[in-house]
Nanobody
Framework: QLQLVESGGGLVQPGGSLRLSCTASGFTLDYYTIGWFRQAPGKEREGVSCINSSGGSTNYADSVKGRFTISRDNAKNTVYLQVNSLKPEDTAVYYC??????????????????WGQGTQVTVSS
């Protein structure tokens, strides 16, 4: 069974940064597209970013463009989401998810079959 574990969340002040990690166990990420999603209390889950298996295709939600950067290190079986210039509205549980490789990655949650448990990001002064 594919297992994904997120880490790196926490409490940060507005304008701060975090690096979220998504590490796979039980399988290699080499052939998987990875998406990052988030869900704030009372809101729908939304796609934040994605990266295809080669790293050649990435995508970002308009709300995070220029502030978030997704990357992957297949040797470490890990995908990262660098989140900078954080705003209170970025507060949410952040999830990573995996789907079989895509030429162009998507951020449609229904495309992803394996999900992690999430890591909380709270942006507050």
């Amino acid at each position: 069974q594919l297992q994904l574990v997120e880490s790196g969340g926490g409490l940060v002040q507005p304008g701060g940064s975090l690096r979220l990690s998504c590490t796979a166990s039980g399988f290699t990420l080499d052939y998987y597209t990875i998406g990052w999603f988030r869900q704030a209390p009372g809101k729908e889950r939304e796609g934040v970013s994605c990266i295809n298996s080669s790293g050649g295709s990435t995508n970002y939600a308009d709300s995070v463009k220029g502030r978030f950067t997704i990357s992957r290190d297949n040797a470490k079986n890990t995908v990262y989401l660098q989140v900078n210039s954080l705003k209170p509205e970025d507060t949410a549980v952040y999830y990573c998810a995996a789907t079989w490789e895509q030429a162009m990655c998507t951020m449609a949650a229904t495309d992803f079959g394996s999900w992690g448990q999430g890591t909380q990001v709270t942006v507050s002064s």
